[in-house]
């Protein structure tokens, strides 16, 4: 009670402020002069201008990704308020909004924020970071999406748009280069190909050296090597729009130089750290991980206009083939580490394979704009095929052997996902003033599993017993690593149904305030939580998570149309939290990632943005946000037995966070000059279960700067640009693992030249 009346403070302060701004500047508000930008977002799956819809919504434009550099999702998120982002390998992403996020990225469950490229759904972390090049806005929706975005978008969602071909012939080529190996080159061509069909080309490489020095291996993890291609085709007739679009994305990166930052029950990881991988920039592994992501996928979107309203066909298929080989800390076993005599220890080497494939087909039929009522309704059906290999290998490493492998074992999930769902949402246009607009989605959810875990430690009669003789993952490996307890092949399967209302209320003060009042629900879906080490415990269905989301907030453009703020509190009810830790397996001697259902979480916060545009030529803009959560019921099994956690703050959630940019622009003979400098803060985060201390993500403070120069007739420009100035490096994200507690590094400073040419 005490959180829901801190929000209604929170709330009716809010409204207050956008009150006051509003009557103190009204005679400029009614007279705008049109000094910003009009920002149009699909975020209800029509075009609108943001200002105009009743969701908390960041968007970035082409102009805005290029001017701060952002080519993947840790620069998006220094930019959005509300949102975190985090590798823990890569391709594996966990991203956070308002404090939601999902840790397992085993077969059987779902990532907590949907994110849409171009309409079609990416809901695996191996397949969701991608090259952010050549696109025409990211929309970045806070809160849950349900109602129009479905199963998963339970945190929010992030919808992507591609730029489409032009119907004139144009053409660019930027290539970067900078510090630690830095290298990017991009390449587009678009125009017409007859008169109904144009085309447009994209390829994009970037890579660059590593970021982290490995003590042990005296060399450098964490370089980078990446391509990727999209091809369009769009076709316009007289009443309908079509475009089949194609991508293609390969990524080979070395391992993510993670680096032990606490012990837990073995003195080896302190000498790993007194080893040097307690410096910044530093880990002390003796296994040289990699990561291979390959991923592809076709789509075909038709806008058909029937009537006065629009039949909109989305069709996508997409495929993702990943191998990550992650490096480890080392173990003890036989005496861990000696130096002097070349022993580097015995490492538990993990490596995962995994293949996805999608289908979905999404109908929906858009009407017009109505002065009194217009509405969305759609269909739609998608299926997922995903079958993940990992492996735990018992490695020895010496300078006179090298690595040779003692110990191996195995296991397999094998999950098809099978999702219907049916939505609807109508806005009712009561007058000038005032709209109601409501909505719900109803979904249903099947999953069929299969569990399978070898120990190949077994000999090979008692393989044989267990049902795998000669399992040819085995080879000939004697000894076993006493991670998995039973050796099993068990098949489960279960199904979910849910309904996701949302209503909302939106007033207009004046052409340029609006206050929105929404009630919006969110559902996550169940699943299975990955082979455990013991059947039972692999095949144990995980329950859905919920969320209902209480938010009040107001977008007005003020100060004669040259200031814009946009702001919204919230309170949302968080039940059944899918939470994965490490933990004691019965049987199993290091125990393994586990994730449960547990109790319920209050969260509740602020986020404002602004831009200001205190001249023609300078500008002010950035965010506020402010985040609260705290867990109730979070029960976990320890070493010692079930312990109460509760009270702790969710996952990746900062406390504090802000952004401040300064923009200005300079007129010259030879063309425009633009300076650049932006300011981030983002709090220390916990980042997993039980202690607070041991697995925090520390706080950034990040200055990025550039400048830029573009000529008078449009066609060169040459960006001088620095990241990270300052150099902080601090763990961006950390996990609990049997022996202590791992974390990842930040990049460090970088800088370089980008210059484009423009045809």
């Known amino acids: 009670m005490i959180i829901k009346r801190s929000m209604l403070k929170c709330g009716v302060g809010l409204l207050a402020m956008g009150a006051m701004l509003g009557a103190a500047i009204a005679q400029d508000s009614e007279e705008a002069s049109g000094g910003l930008e009009e920002i149009i977002v699909t975020a209800q799956h029509r075009e609108q201008n943001i200002q105009d819809v009743p969701i908390a919504i960041t968007a970035l434009n082409s102009q805005q990704l290029e001017a701060a550099g952002i080519f993947d999702g840790t620069t998006i998120a220094l930019n959005v308020p509300g949102m975190a982002y985090a590798e823990f390998a890569p391709g594996q992403v966990l991203i956070s909004i308002r404090g939601i996020t999902s840790a397992d990225d085993g077969a059987g469950l779902d990532n907590s924020v949907a994110l849409f490229l171009d309409g079609i759904y990416i809901g695996r972390q191996a397949g969701i970071n991608f090259d952010m090049f050549d696109l025409e806005r990211i929309e970045v929706l806070k809160g849950p999406q349900g109602t129009l975005f479905g199963r998963n978008a339970i945190a929010g969602a992030i919808n992507v748009v591609t730029s489409k071909p032009e119907d004139e012939f144009g053409a660019k080529f930027a290539l970067t280069v900078g510090n630690e190996g830095i290298l990017r080159y991009q390449g587009l061509v678009t125009g017409p190909l007859s008169e109904t069909l144009s085309g447009k080309l994209v390829i994009n490489h970037r890579e660059h050296d590593g970021f982290v020095r490995n003590t042990l291996l005296e060399k450098d993890v964490q370089d980078e090597d990446y391509s990727s291609a999209r091809g369009q085709l769009q076709l316009t007739l007289d009443s309908s729009k079509w475009l089949l679009s194609a991508d293609y994305m390969d990524d080979d990166r070395d391992a993510m130089g993670r680096a032990p930052i606490a012990n837990g029950n073995f003195p080896y990881v302190e000498t790993a750290i007194a080893l040097g991988a307690g410096r910044p920039g530093t880990n002390a592994s003796p296994i040289d991980g990699f990561s291979k992501r390959e991923a592809s996928g076709i789509s075909l979107q038709g806008d058909i206009e029937i009537g006065e309203g629009v039949l909109t066909t989305i069709t996508g298929l997409r495929n993702t083939e990943s191998n990550f080989n992650m490096e480890s800390i080392g173990a003890p076993a036989g005496g861990g580490y000696d130096l002097e005599a070349g022993i580097f220890g015995v490492d538990v080497n993990d490596d995962i394979d995994e293949e996805i494939d999608t289908f979905s087909q999404e109908l929906r039929w858009t009407s017009a704009t109505g002065e009194t009522f217009d509405y969305v309704a759609g269909l739609y059906y998608f299926t997922e095929d995903t079958d993940r290999v990992e492996q735990f290998k018992l490695d020895r490493n010496t300078v006179a052997t090298g690595q040779v492998m003692v110990g191996n074992e195995y296991t397999r999930t094998q999950n098809e996902t099978t999702s219907y769902a049916a939505y609807g949402q109508a806005n009712w246009h009561l007058n000038d003033r005032w709209t109601l607009t409501a909505g719900g989605r109803w979904t249903k959810d099947e999953r069929d599993y299969i569990a399978t875990a070898v120990n190949c430690g077994l000999s090979e009669e008692e393989k044989a017993a267990a049902g795998f003789p000669n399992f040819e993952p085995c080879g000939n490996v004697g000894s076993s690593l006493r991670i998995i307890a039973e050796v099993f092949e068990?098949?489960?399967?279960?199904?979910?149904?849910?309904?996701?209302?949302?209503?909302?209320?939106?007033?207009?003060?004046?052409?340029?305030?609006?206050?929105?009042?929404t009630i919006s629900t969110g559902?996550?879906?169940?699943?299975?939580?990955?082979?455990?080490?013991?059947?039972?415990?692999?095949?144990?269905?995980?329950?859905?998570?919920?969320?209902?989301?209480?938010?009040?907030?107001?977008?007005?453009d003020f100060a004669n149309n040259t200031l814009r703020i946009n702001a919204s509190v919230f309170f949302m009810d968080y039940k059944d939290l899918q939470v994965v830790r490490f933990g004691p397996v019965p049987g199993s001697a290091f125990g393994t990632f586990q994730t449960t259902n547990v109790g319920s979480a209050d969260i509740m916060g602020l986020e404002l943005d602004y831009y200001w545009m205190v001249t023609e030529n300078f500008s002010i803009s950035g965010y506020y946000a402010y985040l609260d959560s705290e867990i109730d019921g979070l029960t976990l099994n320890t070493a010692t037995g079930p312990q109460d956690f509760s009270g702790l703050p969710l996952r990746q959630s900062p406390e504090h966070s802000y952004s401040v940019v300064l923009d200005y622009k300079m007129?010259?003979?030879?063309?425009?000059?633009?300076?650049?400098?932006?300011?981030?803060?983002v709090d220390d985060q916990f980042n997993d279960y039980p202690t607070l201390t041991e697995t925090i993500i520390e706080e950034a403070k990040l200055l990025d700067a550039s400048i830029g120069w573009t000529s008078s007739e449009g066609r060169y420009q040459v960006l001088l640009w620095g990241k990270n100035l300052t150099d902080e490096r601090y763990i961006t994200h950390s996990y609990r693992i049997g022996p202590g507690s791992i974390g990842v590094w930040s990049d460090p400073r970088t800088y370089g030249i980008t210059g484009t040419l423009f045809f």
Not at 498 to 507: E, K, L, N, R
Not at 540 to 546: A, K, S, T, W
């Open 490 to 517: 068990v098949p489960a399967s279960d199904s979910w149904t849910d309904f996701s209302p949302m209503v909302s209320a939106q007033f207009r003060a004046s052409d340029n305030l609006m206050y929105f009042g």
């Open 523 to 556: 559902y996550k879906s169940g699943g299975f939580a990955g082979s455990q080490g013991v059947a039972s415990a692999a095949t144990n269905p995980v329950n859905p998570e919920d969320v209902v989301n209480y938010e009040l907030g107001f977008k007005g």
């Open 667 to 681: 007129s010259a003979a030879s063309g425009e000059f633009d300076f650049r400098a932006q300011y981030a803060f």
